[in-house]
Nanobody, 121 residues
Framework: QVQFVESGGGLVQPGGSRSLSCAVS????????MGWYRQAPGKPRELVAT???????NYADSVKGRFTISRDNAKNTVYLQMNSLKPEDTAVYYC???????????????WGQGTQVTVSS
């Protein structure tokens, strides 16, 4: 019902930058928020950043000042610009969608397949 196309993962050196993008498509009635979460090996999935349809943003303390989330509502796409990357940012990054698929539905959480970001020299 909901399709995700995530891109931008890869290997980057410490101090470097990387940009992720996630486009969603399918039968979606209303999108409330989009965002990025990440999961490192042996650790639980954690919030990185979210952005509402109105543009309000929320960041994990660990990425504030380094990462910037943005979205293109017309394209149902969310972006994550990551600067000053650190080895501890290494993780699988998952795109998150909070949306109602049909009129009258409660909002639900939907997840992309994830993209690996590795920060290493």
């Amino acid at each position: 019902q909901v399709q995700f196309v995530e891109s931008g993962g890869g290997l980057v050196q410490p101090g470097g930058s990387r940009s992720l993008s996630c486009a969603v498509s399918g039968s979606i009635f209303r999108i409330y928020a989009m965002g990025w979460y990440r999961q490192a090996p042996g650790k639980p999935r954690e919030l990185v950043a979210t952005i509402t349809s109105g543009g309000s943003t929320n960041y994990a303390d660990s990425v504030k000042g380094r990462f910037t989330i943005s979205r293109d509502n017309a394209k149902n796409t969310v972006y994550l610009q990551m600067n000053s990357l650190k080895p501890e940012d290494t993780a699988v990054y998952y795109c998150n969608l909070v949306a109602a698929l049909r009129i009258g539905d409660r909002s639900g959480n939907y997840w992309g397949q994830g993209t690996q970001v590795t920060v290493s020299s």
